[in-house]
Every structure is written in structure tokens, then in C-alpha cells.
């Protein structure tokens, strides 16, 4: 969405597994490296003709960056967030999959370098290498709020001259007198066919005038091609080369067709605008180049601008450098069809629907680094509607969401993959946002993974979730949102969000969420911070970075978010301190730190506690506030749940420090659980003794043991008669 309305928010040496690790970025050695683990990916997406490897996963002897979820930083944007920086002499050499003929390298250079990359194919070095440049890169959006200096990626390609079977090794370095330094995030590799012959009956541009490779204009030309094709209608066929369009064209009821998206390309910041058309409109089988350096939200910088009418087909398209892939507005358009198309680097939004776009597919698209919104349903002034959303891959949009859908109606969105979405939005948003048509009939979200999707919102300051809703303008009500069979991969903070982005607490209800896998999370299964009631079913979660849900809405004089569902399992236990924002798990999870408090925040029971002394003031962090039991009532016990069975080898009881807590002995025992059944002692029943001059605290250590649930027995207090704890603390082992 373009931001002149107000911004959504938005002899090897093996690598050394001890990797460090500091403020989210891992840095390894350089030297001859094998390949690393390669990151986490999910099921779903669209069917690609090329295969992507990773450079962190390929043998390499440059620096390992990464993995890095900093907003600003290289390597925050790079797939998997991780990618290879190179210096001179060094290199990263992928292994194929499968067969192929060409190359697409995902790279960054230092700011205002250009130049050329050398590749090796099998130990033959290609004569005229690969061109690079920074021009496209560096994005500044300064009007947008909380932006930072943005999209450092872009791609440039190169046909081998030759085949290359799988197995082979594709060297991709930097040689005397290319540039000195580069990162590479990944590299595409695809069997590219011949270009295709000119369809029996069709015009081609070239007979209007339209000279590939010469750096003339060629609008003019196209032009013309384009109405004779209309009067006569015939196919306009793009034969292969480079064509200039310096002025855009206008196109209805006219099929354009290329030799193949490695062949026919044309050039231009703006290809196609359309103030109007009936349809029938196919684009297929070229590529649109641009040369948008910054965004320019004044400036239609789109492949496509405009309106498409009725029954067009986009497909077959490689858009890549303009502002947006294709920008659809400017009136009604129905029954498209927009697919197998590859978009990357764009400074905004790959497809955007901008109001009044029905019964249309958006499928088998695959987009990368997009500044924006990847793919956005926008229901500005008139609704969206009936509209499908199916089997894209959606990678590192920079600057907002992978999959939005703000507004509309009866709209679906089904086996999508998203994945690394960056700062000022998640992964999929569905809310009443920008003004849109409010939400209406059934929305559906199906068979959709999420990947490392989600990011720290620097207005926010907190997490936006993998999956999102969002009752910013207003309540998210009178309608029916199910959400099934939705994967969400480590997920740097919540898995999903509840939120009312103005912080006015409007209600979001009608969301059925059934059948859901969470594997990692940096925070909360679940995180709401307005009111209403959503049901949640069947969602099973491991790796819960805090606990499984965080529900402290805004205003706080508003009240929760009211939760029902069943069948859930593995995100037990509620954030108790809503004055407070946990610190997430970086990356992926791991196993918490020897000496970690692991039991904060976690869910507690107890068999019995006095007025205004939950068992929650245990795990709040704070000591001064406590547990206290029911009074003249022992035995009584207390037990934290820690989400997943965990190492831990210590555990720590703390008292308030206030000079009103005078020194007391409480005799308590100490039992550990997998499963909430079978106990294991960890510390036998005994004094533990609290002195105001050392803190009021007492510890006991012990063998490491694998617990779920942690468990402490109290039958005696010499200072109250009734168990009394301000903070239980559980240490990983």
C-alpha cells in the first residue's frame, strides 16, 4: 500500500558449532567452510521452475552471518536470516540440486558499489561474469514511521552458456577486479528452455518499429502494436531482446506475449498504466525491468498500473526493480486470474488489490524482497471480494506484511508459505485497516505456514505476530474468520495477535482458529492486547519462548480477551505481569541458558491460596509480591507448569525484602514431573531458612532432572501459618 495514505504499521574446516551469539547475530569463522545447517522452511508455496540453496548451507570460505532478527541489519533481511559476506579472493560455491543452464544470486554490496561477480561452472569460469550494483538497494522512507534504512538485497541473473547436471559446483566469487566486497543470501537456479517461437497468426512489435538492444524508445512502437493487435485481434508477440519503454502503455482486450521471461524484457519504471479497460488482457512470458532506486509514493513506478477489466490473465511475468509488481485501481476489476509470476525487489508491494477487485485468483506466484506488502487485498472505497489468495511463496518482504487482507468480503487466502518478514508487519494480517470496507461474510485462511514470520514493531515495541488481527479503525464484528490448518515455525515473537493498533480496545470477535502447529515461538502462543472472544481449538505448540499467552489489553480499564476452544495442548500458562514486556528468545529456539529462570511467567496452581495472594505474584519476577496459602491449612502446595519438559538442576525461593518480613523457616519439599503424574523428590522435606539480611532467599541445588512441572509441598511456616512465596525460581541445568 502506498504510504501517501497514512503507513500500515508496519582440507575444509567445518563451520565451528560453538557459533557466538550476541544481541540476535552469530558470526563464524572464516576459512574453508562445509556447509552449515541449513534453516527451517515449511510445506506449501508455489511450484517453482527454479530451485533455491542457500549460501549459508554451501561450502564457502567467506564469514557467516546471521542469524540476525535486528531490524537495519544485512543479515535481518536475508532468507533464513542468514547469509555469506565476502572479500576478495573468497567465495561460496553451491552444490545443484538439479539440472540447470542459469543463475540468480540474492546479494548485497556496500552502499554505492557496483561491478561484477565472477561464477564457476564446474571449475570453467563464464567469460563476462555477473553484473551487480547497489543502485536498487538502500531504501530510505523517512516519512514512514519507524523505518530505518531498508531493503539491502537485490538479484541479478546469468545464463551459463551450457549445462550443468546435478551435483555440480557453481562458484560464486569475488576475483581480482570484481568488487571487494559482497554478501550472498542465496541463489536460484533454474533449467531455463529455449525461447519460444512467435505464435502462427500474430504481429510482433518489431514489425511497428520496436528495435531490441539499441537504447531507443520504443513506446511508440508498442503502441501501435497494441492497437493493431485490439483492431485485428491477434496476439502481439515480443520477440526476444531488450525494448525501451520510456512512456507507458495502455492495453484492453489484447494478448501480449514473450519468448520467455529470460528473453523478452522490457525496460521501464512504468510499463503499463491503465486509467481504464474492459479486459480480456493477457500478459505472458516477458520480463519488466525498472530502474526505481528509492520510493516514490507520487509516482505510479509499477509494472502494472491501473485497471485489467474482465477475464485478463497476468502469467509468466519476471517484474523486478520498479516500485510495485502490479498495482491494481482506478476502477472495477473481475474473474482475473494473476499467476506463476516471479516479483522481487520492489521498493513497495508486489500485488496489490486496491479496491473493487472480484472473483480473481492470485496464484503459484513467487516474491521476494518486497519493500511493502507482498501480496495485500486493500477494499479502498469498494470491497474486495471473493478473491483467492492460493499457493505463493512470500520471502522477506522488508517493510510489512507477507499476506494482508484488509477489509473485503468472503475472501480466502489457502497453502501459502510465508516466510522472514521483516520490521512494521507479520506474516499474515487480517483487520479493518486504511479506511477499508469493513470485513464481511466469510473469510477463510487454510493450509497456510508461516516462518520466522513476525518482527519487533519499533513503535510498538513489542512483537507483531505470524499471524495477525487487527481492529484499528474499527471492531472486527459481523463477520465469520476461520483459520485452519495453519503452521506457524519459529516465530520470533507471538504466533498470533489480537490487537486493536489505535490502543482504543475495539472488540475483535467471529474468529474461529482451528487446528493450529506452533513450533517455536520468541514469546507467546497467543497475544492479546484488546477485548472480545475468539475460539481456539486443536492447537498443539513446543519451543514456547515465554509462556502460551499473553492477554493484558489496552486501555487497561477494558476488559480480556475471552478465549475459548478445546483440544489445546503445549502452551499452558498466562504472562502474569501486564506492566512489563518479556525480553524474546532470539531465533529459532534453543535450549535456555545453565542458571536461566525458567518457571517466570510460566503457568501456576495451587492447592489453595488467601484473598489478594494469587499463585501468579510467584512467577510475576517481582519478589514483593508473593503467593501466600490458605491460612491454618497445611500441607499446601504450589506448581509451576514450564511449558515442555526441561534440564533443570536448581531451584530458588525468594521472600519480600520489605524490613516488615522479619526471618521465618518454612518446610517444604521439592518434586519434579514429566507429565503432572509420576513425582519424582528433587529436594526432600527440610527447613529452608529466609534471612532479611541476605535477601530473604534461600536455593537448593540437585541432580539434573527432566521436568515439566515443578512442585513445592509446604507443612510449616515458623513466621505465618500458611505457605508464603514471593518468587519460586526453576534454573536450566
Given at each position: 500500500?502506498?504510504?501517501?495514505?497514512?503507513?500500515?504499521?508496519?582440507?575444509?574446516?567445518?563451520?565451528?558449532?560453538?557459533?557466538?551469539?550476541?544481541?540476535?547475530?552469530?558470526?563464524?569463522?572464516?576459512?574453508?567452510?562445509?556447509?552449515?545447517?541449513?534453516?527451517?522452511?515449511?510445506?506449501?508455496?508455489?511450484?517453482?521452475?527454479?530451485?533455491?540453496?542457500?549460501?549459508?548451507?554451501?561450502?564457502?570460505?567467506?564469514?557467516?552471518?546471521?542469524?540476525?532478527?535486528?531490524?537495519?541489519?544485512?543479515?535481518?533481511?536475508?532468507?533464513?536470516?542468514?547469509?555469506?559476506?565476502?572479500?576478495?579472493?573468497?567465495?561460496?560455491?553451491?552444490?545443484?540440486?538439479?539440472?540447470?543452464?542459469?543463475?540468480?544470486?540474492?546479494?548485497?554490496?556496500?552502499?554505492?558499489?557496483?561491478?561484477?561477480?565472477?561464477?564457476?561452472?564446474?571449475?570453467?569460469?563464464?567469460?563476462?561474469?555477473?553484473?551487480?550494483?547497489?543502485?536498487?538497494?538502500?531504501?530510505?522512507?523517512?516519512?514512514?514511521?519507524?523505518?530505518?534504512?531498508?531493503?539491502?538485497?537485490?538479484?541479478?541473473?546469468?545464463?551459463?552458456?551450457?549445462?550443468?547436471?546435478?551435483?555440480?559446483?557453481?562458484?560464486?566469487?569475488?576475483?581480482?577486479?570484481?568488487?571487494?566486497?559482497?554478501?550472498?543470501?542465496?541463489?536460484?537456479?533454474?533449467?531455463?528452455?529455449?525461447?519460444?517461437?512467435?505464435?502462427?497468426?500474430?504481429?510482433?512489435?518489431?514489425?511497428?518499429?520496436?528495435?531490441?538492444?539499441?537504447?531507443?524508445?520504443?513506446?511508440?512502437?508498442?503502441?501501435?502494436?497494441?492497437?493493431?493487435?485490439?483492431?485485428?485481434?491477434?496476439?502481439?508477440?515480443?520477440?526476444?531482446?531488450?525494448?525501451?519503454?520510456?512512456?507507458?502503455?495502455?492495453?484492453?482486450?489484447?494478448?501480449?506475449?514473450?519468448?520467455?521471461?529470460?528473453?523478452?524484457?522490457?525496460?521501464?519504471?512504468?510499463?503499463?498504466?491503465?486509467?481504464?479497460?474492459?479486459?480480456?488482457?493477457?500478459?505472458?512470458?516477458?520480463?519488466?525491468?525498472?530502474?526505481?532506486?528509492?520510493?516514490?509514493?507520487?509516482?505510479?513506478?509499477?509494472?502494472?498500473?491501473?485497471?485489467?477489466?474482465?477475464?485478463?490473465?497476468?502469467?509468466?511475468?519476471?517484474?523486478?526493480?520498479?516500485?510495485?509488481?502490479?498495482?491494481?485501481?482506478?476502477?472495477?476489476?473481475?474473474?482475473?486470474?494473476?499467476?506463476?509470476?516471479?516479483?522481487?525487489?520492489?521498493?513497495?508491494?508486489?500485488?496489490?488489490?486496491?479496491?473493487?477487485?472480484?472473483?480473481?485468483?492470485?496464484?503459484?506466484?513467487y516474491l521476494r524482497n518486497n519493500g511493502d506488502d507482498a501480496l495485500a487485498l486493500w477494499s479502498?472505497?469498494?470491497?474486495?471480494?471473493?478473491?483467492?489468495?492460493?499457493?505463493?511463496?512470500?520471502?522477506?518482504?522488508?517493510?510489512?506484511?507477507?499476506?494482508?487482507?484488509?477489509?473485503?468480503?468472503?475472501?480466502?487466502?489457502?497453502?501459502?508459505?510465508?516466510?522472514?518478514?521483516?520490521?512494521?508487519?507479520?506474516?499474515?494480517?487480517?483487520?479493518?485497516?486504511?479506511?477499508?470496507?469493513?470485513?464481511?461474510?466469510?473469510?477463510?485462511?487454510?493450509?497456510?505456514?508461516?516462518?520466522?514470520?513476525?518482527?519487533?514493531?519499533?513503535?510498538?515495541?513489542?512483537?507483531?505476530?505470524?499471524?495477525?488481527?487487527?481492529?484499528?479503525?474499527?471492531?472486527?464484528?459481523?463477520?465469520?474468520?476461520?483459520?485452519?490448518?495453519?503452521?506457524?515455525?519459529?516465530?520470533?515473537?507471538?504466533?498470533?495477535?489480537?490487537?486493536?493498533?489505535?490502543?482504543?480496545?475495539?472488540?475483535?470477535?467471529?474468529?474461529?482458529?482451528?487446528?493450529?502447529?506452533?513450533?517455536?515461538?520468541?514469546?507467546?502462543?497467543?497475544?492479546?492486547?484488546?477485548?472480545?472472544?475468539?475460539?481456539?481449538?486443536?492447537?498443539?505448540?513446543?519451543?514456547?519462548?515465554?509462556?502460551?499467552?499473553?492477554?493484558?489489553?489496552?486501555?487497561?480499564?477494558?476488559?480480556?480477551?475471552?478465549?475459548?476452544?478445546?483440544?489445546?495442548?503445549?502452551?499452558?500458562?498466562?504472562?502474569?505481569?501486564?506492566?512489563?514486556?518479556?525480553?524474546?528468545?532470539?531465533?529459532?529456539?534453543?535450549?535456555?541458558?545453565?542458571?536461566?529462570?525458567?518457571?517466570?511467567?510460566?503457568?501456576?496452581?495451587?492447592?489453595?491460596?488467601?484473598?489478594?495472594?494469587?499463585?501468579?505474584?510467584?512467577?510475576?519476577?517481582?519478589?514483593?509480591?508473593?503467593?501466600?496459602?490458605?491460612?491454618?491449612?497445611?500441607?499446601?502446595?504450589?506448581?509451576?507448569?514450564?511449558?515442555?519438559?526441561?534440564?533443570?538442576?536448581?531451584?530458588?525461593?525468594?521472600?519480600?525484602?520489605?524490613?516488615?518480613?522479619?526471618?521465618?523457616?518454612?518446610?517444604?519439599?521439592?518434586?519434579?514431573?514429566?507429565?503432572?503424574?509420576?513425582?519424582?523428590?528433587?529436594?526432600?522435606?527440610?527447613?529452608?531458612?529466609?534471612?532479611?539480611?541476605?535477601?530473604?532467599?534461600?536455593?537448593?541445588?540437585?541432580?539434573?532432572?527432566a521436568a515439566r512441572y515443578v512442585r513445592l509441598t509446604v507443612t510449616a511456616n515458623t513466621g505465618w501459618p500458611a505457605g508464603q512465596v514471593g518468587e519460586l525460581e526453576v534454573a536450566a541445568a
Open positions: 500500500m502506498m504510504s501517501s495514505l497514512p503507513h500500515r504499521l508496519r582440507g575444509p574446516v567445518l563451520l565451528s558449532a560453538a557459533i557466538l551469539v550476541s544481541s540476535g547475530l552469530a558470526v563464524a569463522a572464516a576459512g574453508t567452510a562445509a556447509a552449515a545447517a541449513c534453516p527451517a522452511t515449511g510445506s506449501g508455496g508455489a511450484t517453482t521452475a527454479f530451485r533455491t540453496v542457500e549460501a549459508e548451507c554451501s561450502t564457502t570460505t567467506g564469514t557467516a552471518l546471521g542469524p540476525d532478527y535486528t531490524q537495519g541489519t544485512v543479515a535481518s533481511e536475508a532468507s533464513g536470516r542468514q547469509a555469506v559476506q565476502l572479500g576478495q579472493g573468497q567465495y561460496v560455491e553451491f552444490t545443484l540440486p538439479a539440472a540447470a543452464n542459469s543463475i540468480n544470486v540474492h546479494f548485497n554490496l556496500p552502499r554505492g558499489s557496483s561491478g561484477r561477480m565472477s561464477v564457476y561452472v564446474d571449475g570453467t569460469k563464464l567469460a563476462n561474469g555477473l553484473p551487480v550494483t547497489s543502485q536498487y538497494t538502500y531504501t530510505d522512507t523517512p516519512w514512514i514511521t519507524g523505518s530505518t534504512t531498508h531493503h539491502f538485497f537485490d538479484d541479478a541473473r546469468l545464463l551459463f552458456g551450457m549445462d550443468a547436471a546435478p551435483g555440480a559446483k557453481v562458484r560464486v566469487g569475488l576475483d581480482p577486479g570484481d568488487v571487494g566486497q559482497a554478501t550472498i543470501d542465496l541463489a536460484d537456479f533454474e533449467q531455463v528452455a529455449p525461447a519460444a517461437t512467435q505464435p502462427a497468426g500474430s504481429i510482433s512489435v518489431t514489425d511497428y518499429g520496436a528495435t531490441p538492444g539499441d537504447a531507443t524508445d520504443d513506446s511508440a512502437a508498442f503502441g501501435k502494436a497494441l492497437a493493431a493487435g485490439q483492431a485485428q485481434n491477434k496476439t502481439v508477440w515480443i520477440p526476444p531482446g531488450r525494448f525501451e519503454i520510456g512512456t507507458a502503455l495502455h492495453i484492453d482486450k489484447t494478448t501480449l506475449r514473450g519468448a520467455g521471461p529470460w528473453y523478452s524484457v522490457l525496460h521501464g519504471n512504468n510499463v503499463f498504466n491503465n486509467g481504464n479497460a474492459s479486459g480480456n488482457i493477457t500478459l505472458a512470458d516477458f520480463a519488466v525491468f525498472g530502474s526505481v532506486s528509492q520510493r516514490n509514493d507520487g509516482s505510479p513506478d509499477n509494472a502494472f498500473h491501473g485497471v485489467l477489466g474482465t477475464g485478463s490473465t497476468v502469467s509468466g511475468l519476471w517484474i523486478q526493480n520498479t516500485k510495485c509488481g502490479l498495482w491494481l485501481m482506478n476502477g472495477a476489476s473481475s474473474n482475473l486470474t494473476i499467476e506463476n509470476n516471479r516479483i522481487l525487489d520492489t521498493q513497495a508491494d508486489g500485488v496489490n488489490f486496491d479496491g473493487a477487485v472480484t472473483n480473481s485468483q492470485l496464484r503459484n506466484n479502498n472505497g469498494q470491497a474486495d471480494a471473493n478473491n483467492t489468495i492460493a499457493n505463493n511463496t512470500v520471502v522477506q518482504p522488508n517493510l510489512a506484511n507477507g499476506i494482508a487482507l484488509y477489509g473485503g468480503a468472503d475472501n480466502t487466502v489457502t497453502g501459502n508459505l510465508v516466510q522472514d518478514t521483516n520490521a512494521l508487519g507479520g506474516g499474515y494480517a487480517v483487520g479493518n485497516r486504511f479506511n477499508s470496507v469493513p470485513l464481511s461474510g466469510t473469510v477463510t485462511l487454510t493450509g497456510n505456514t508461516a516462518v520466522r514470520a513476525g518482527a519487533l514493531d519499533p513503535n510498538w515495541k513489542f512483537g507483531v505476530g505470524a499471524l495477525w488481527f487487527d481492529a484499528r479503525d474499527q471492531a472486527i464484528s459481523g463477520v465469520t474468520i476461520k483459520v485452519s490448518d495453519f503452521t506457524a515455525i519459529d516465530s520470533p515473537y507471538e504466533a498470533i495477535q489480537f490487537i486493536d493498533g489505535n490502543g482504543a480496545g475495539k472488540p475483535i470477535g467471529g474468529v474461529t482458529i482451528d487446528g493450529v502447529s506452533v513450533r517455536g515461538t520468541g514469546t507467546f502462543v497467543a497475544q492479546a492486547q484488546t477485548q472480545g472472544t475468539v475460539s481456539i481449538s486443536n492447537l498443539t505448540a513446543s519451543g514456547v519462548g515465554v509462556t502460551g499467552t499473553y492477554n493484558c489489553p489496552y486501555p487497561t480499564s477494558i476488559p480480556k480477551m475471552t478465549f475459548t476452544g478445546s483440544g489445546n495442548s503445549g502452551w499452558t500458562g498466562t504472562w502474569a505481569d501486564c506492566s512489563s514486556w518479556p525480553a524474546p528468545r532470539s531465533g529459532p529456539p534453543q535450549p535456555p541458558q545453565p542458571g536461566t529462570n525458567i518457571a517466570r511467567g510460566k503457568a501456576i496452581a495451587a492447592t489453595g491460596s488467601q484473598g489478594g495472594f494469587p499463585p501468579a505474584n510467584a512467577v510475576d519476577g517481582d519478589p514483593g509480591t508473593y503467593w501466600e496459602s490458605t491460612n491454618n491449612a497445611f500441607p499446601q502446595s504450589l506448581t509451576v507448569d514450564l511449558g515442555d519438559p526441561s534440564a533443570v538442576n536448581k531451584v530458588t525461593i525468594k521472600l519480600p525484602g520489605s524490613p516488615a518480613w522479619t526471618g521465618r523457616t518454612q518446610t517444604l519439599e521439592v518434586a519434579g514431573s514429566t507429565d503432572g503424574s509420576t513425582w519424582t523428590t528433587l529436594v526432600p522435606s527440610r527447613g529452608w531458612k529466609f534471612d532479611p539480611a541476605s535477601g530473604n532467599t534461600a536455593s537448593a541445588s540437585f541432580g539434573t532432572t
